[in-house]
């Protein structure tokens, strides 16, 4: 059984997240939604949908799916679903109650980092996301290669308890998974500590 995160958490930043983040995340984002290059027609999951902020950069005529574990971030993504095809729902991004295959294309913008099993959210997203689809992600990880100090380990568990890791490995996320191909992995914020990655799907999966 997976956990579920803290609800108090999001009760308490649903009102805020947007007025703290939206000015700090928002090229980001808009950078991560374009290398998805959605069409028209096409079917979109965004897992951990949050407050929204990715709604209004979806182009028209895209099929959205976006869900997230707690209704009070739902509630505020609700009112920027204006003139799009959006279908909100409760979700737990570490069991996806889809079918195999479902999706053109995936949207993870700071999930990563905030679901308690990052690899569980990632193996559900994977196995729902068509052969040839488009997986984007921007989050918070460790720099590869770079050690997990005493200090680093301490002021993580200290941001833990405001619900987010910023001490997971993306390689270690994205081990193992077959016909991942990775595509773009560019740095964002922070020097490089957000990342933004595009990966393929390939046919062969």
């Known amino acids: 059984m997976t956990t579920i995160p803290n609800q108090s958490i999001y009760r308490f930043y649903a009102p805020v997240y947007d007025w703290l983040f939206r ?34 950069l979806i182009p028209p005529g895209v099929r959205v799916i976006a869900g997230d574990i707690s209704f009070d971030m739902l509630r505020q993504a609700q ?33 990563l980092s905030v679901v308690p ?6 193996r ?12 984007a992600i921007f989050d ?21 308890f405001i619900g987010t890791d910023p001490n997971r490995h993306l390689n ?3 081990d193992g998974w077959p016909c991942l191909e990775i595509v773009r992995n560019e740095p964002s914020l922070m020097a490089g500590q957000y990342r933004i990655v595009l990966i393929n799907k390939t046919q062969a999966g």
């Open 23 to 56: 000015p700090v995340t928002i090229k980001a984002r808009r950078v991560t939604v374009g290398l998805l290059a959605l069409q028209q027609g096409e079917r979109l999951l965004i897992p951990g949908v949050g407050t929204g902020l990715d709604l209004p």
């Open 117 to 122: 099993d990052a690899r569980a959210a990632f």
């Open 140 to 160: 918070k990880f460790i720099p590869e290669g770079q050690k997990l100090t005493l200090v680093r380990r301490l002021i993580g568990k200290v941001i833990g």
């Open 79 to 111: 009112a920027k679903t204006t003139g799009l095809e959006v279908d909100l729902k409760r979700m737990d991004a570490q069991h996806l109650e889809f079918a195999d295959g479902s999706f053109d294309a995936v949207l993870f913008t700071l999930v």
């Open 172 to 174: 270690e996320i994205l």
């Open 124 to 135: 559900e997203a994977w196995r729902v996301l068509r052969p040839g689809g488009r997986f």
